[in-house]
C-alpha cells in the first residue's frame, strides 16, 4: 500500500489545485525521504521557485511537471500520505516530513510513518541521450509512459502501466509466455506491470479465476484474455471508490478521506470467511512474504 488505485486518487485530487501553483519554501525535517539528493538543501534548491505545470502518474509514482522542464517524483512507499493544509496554523501530524507552501497560500504535507517512500526532483537526460526503457514497456503502442519514462530516466525500468502504456491481450500474452514464475510474482514485479501490489493482484486473480502458482507461461489464449481484462476492469472500480482503505486507515486522500474499496474486496484480507460465489472459506498462503488470498474452488 498504496498501490496503482491509491496513487490515482491523490494524483486527480492534487491535479485539481496545484496545477498553476508556485512553490515558495520547502521544509524538510527527515533527510531520508529525499534520500536521492546529496543534501535535503540541494532537494528544497530544486523545487522552490517552481510552477508545477502538470500531474502525473506512472506505476506508483506521482509526477509533478515543473516550469523548467524538471519533474517533481513522489513515491509514497508503505505508509506515505499527501495532505492539504490551509496554512501553518493547521496541526502537522506526527510523522510530518516535507511541507510544500505555495506563493497563492496553503501547504502540501507530506507524512510518511515508515520511511518507505521518497521525494526527488528528476533532471531529463540531456537531448540525445539515449534512455533505456523496459523491454515491457516497449510493447506500449500509446499513452504517455514511454514518454514519461524518457523524461525521467529514474522510472525507465518500469514495466507496462495499465492505463498510461496502451498493450492489447495479444502484446500482454507475449509477456507472459516469456516468464516461467508464477503470477502473483508476475503482476507485484514492478519491472514487469507498474502499480499492482498484494491487493489488487489478488482481486484481479479471483475475477480471472486463476491461481496465484498458476506459472504466467502456462495459460491459454482465453485466459490471458479475461486477465487483461481483469486487470483493467479491477483497477478502475478501485479508483472508483477512492481506493482501498485497511484496517491501518493508512491510505487517506489529501483531503484525510479513506477510500471504500475495501467493502468490495472478493478475497484479499478475507481468510476464513465465505466466498461471495462458492461460499468456501477464503485461503491465505504466503507468497516470498506476502500473505495471498484466493478461493481453492473458484481460482482451481
Excluded at 85 to 90: H, Y
Aim: aromatic content about 8%; some cysteine; proline content about 5%.
Amino acid at each position: 500500500m498504496p498501490e496503482l488505485p491509491e496513487v490515482e486518487v491523490v494524483r486527480a485530487s492534487l491535479a485539481r489545485d496545484l496545477i498553476g501553483k508556485k512553490i515558495k519554501t520547502v521544509m524538510v525535517t527527515n533527510g531520508r525521504v529525499v534520500r536521492r539528493h546529496k543534501t535535503a538543501k540541494e532537494f528544497r534548491a530544486a523545487a522552490e521557485g517552481h510552477s508545477i505545470k502538470s500531474a502525473q502518474r506512472l506505476g506508483k509514482n506521482l509526477i509533478f511537471g515543473l516550469d523548467n522542464g524538471t519533474h517533481l517524483v513522489i513515491h509514497l512507499g508503505m505508509s506515505g500520505q499527501l495532505l492539504r493544509a490551509k496554512g501553518p496554523k493547521d496541526p502537522k501530524p506526527k510523522h510530518t516530513h516535507v511541507v510544500f507552501t505555495f506563493t497563492q497560500g496553503g501547504e502540501l504535507r507530506y507524512v510518511d510513518p515508515r520511511t518507505f517512500g521518497e521525494l526527488y526532483v528528476s533532471t531529463p537526460p540531456p537531448e540525445g541521450t539515449e534512455v533505456e526503457i523496459s523491454k515491457f514497456a516497449r510493447l506500449s503502442i500509446g499513452g504517455d509512459g514511454l514518454t514519461l519514462r524518457h523524461q525521467i530516466p529514474e522510472l525507465a525500468h518500469l514495466g507496462i502501466d495499465p492505463f498510461e502504456d496502451q498493450i492489447g491481450w495479444d502484446r500482454f500474452a507475449a509477456v507472459l509466455r516469456s516468464r516461467t514464475t508464477t503470477l502473483k510474482v508476475v503482476l507485484t514485479d514492478q519491472d514487469i506491470i507498474a502499480g499492482l501490489g498484494n491487493i489488487y493482484a489478488d482481486e484481479t486473480l479471483f475475477a480471472a479465476a486463476l491461481r496465484y502458482d498458476r506459472p504466467a507461461e502456462s495459460l491459454s489464449t482465453i485466459e490471458i484474455r479475461r486477465l487483461h481484462r481483469a486487470i483493467t476492469e479491477i483497477l478502475t472500480d478501485a479508483i472508483k471508490h477512492g481506493g482501498s482503505t485497511l484496517a491501518d486507515e493508512q491510505f487517506v486522500d489529501p483531503d484525510g478521506k479513506p477510500g471504500t474499496y475495501q467493502q468490495f474486496h472478493q478475497v484479499y484480507g478475507r481468510e476464513g470467511l465465505p466466498c461471495y460465489q462458492c461460499r468456501l472459506p477464503i485461503s491465505r498462503v504466503t507468497v516470498r512474504g506476502r500473505s495471498t488470498f484466493f478461493c481453492e474452488k473458484c481460482q482451481s
